[in-house]
């Protein structure tokens, strides 16, 4: 999301990008949420910090795809698919914090 918040002066349409990172984030969290075990203060603390590491990377990703000296290089559509890696990585993410939500649940 901080990469889609440096695009407004630069991209025409970054309010969409950033609203996409913004409902992808808040369906992470829901979807994480069914599980009984994310809903403890310590489970939702990792699905936050999940989701942290998810925005970090993507971050870095899309940092050094769309501005790689600092200005930005249009990619044309395969930028949708540039986009489109948020939604694995937060799939990734959310499976990860259910698994060591489970483990700690089971100590």
């Known amino acids: 999301m901080v990469t889609a918040l440096y695009a407004f002066g630069y991209v025409y349409g970054a309010g969409g990008?950033?609203?996409?990172?913004l409902i992808c984030a808040l369906l992470y969290i829901a979807i994480c949420c069914i599980s009984k075990r994310n809903r403890s203060a310590e489970g939702l603390q990792r699905v936050f910090f999940g989701l942290?590491?998810?925005?970090?990377?993507?971050?870095?990703?899309?940092?050094?795809?769309?501005?790689?000296?600092g200005e930005?290089?249009?990619?044309?559509?395969?930028?949708?698919?540039?986009l489109a890696w948020w939604i694995p990585l937060?799939?990734?993410a959310g499976i990860v914090v259910t698994i060591l939500?489970?483990?700690v649940e089971r100590r």
């Open 17 to 21: 990008w950033f609203l996409y990172c």
């Open 90 to 92: 937060l799939l990734i």
């Open 52 to 69: 942290l590491g998810a925005e970090v990377v993507v971050d870095l990703f899309w940092g050094v795809l769309f501005f790689p000296g």
């Open 101 to 103: 939500n489970r483990k």
């Open 72 to 82: 930005y290089v249009n990619h044309g559509m395969t930028s949708l698919f540039a």
